[in-house]
């Protein structure tokens, strides 16, 4: 990775966080609650992927639509992540593998 990489990377990172900062403050609080909940649990490909960019757009299309931000995901914000991440490969997972003594299965 090289400087330009890091660079469009961030400026890709502000663009993405100013879209944030424009939705309502309730989509706001979710959204970070879900971002939060990701980078700490999430798949080991999220920032490599589009699922953070994606929730930014349903979320968008949920303030068009007039929807609260609750309609769209429910009650449980973690029970709604973890059915985003249902079938990905987690950073806990690797985590509790290399806990649990399962040589050579955190490295694929």
Known sequence: M??????????????????VKAL????????KEIQKYLFKVGPVDLLEGTL????????EEGVASGRGVLELIGDDVAAFCDDLIKDSRTYAEIHQESVSGKSGTAEK
């Open 2 to 19: 090289g400087i330009r990489d890091i660079i469009e990377g961030k400026k890709q990172w502000r663009a993405h966080m100013a879209r």
């Open 24 to 31: 309502p403050p309730d989509y706001q609080i979710v959204y």
């Open 52 to 59: 953070l960019s994606d929730m930014l757009d349903f979320f």
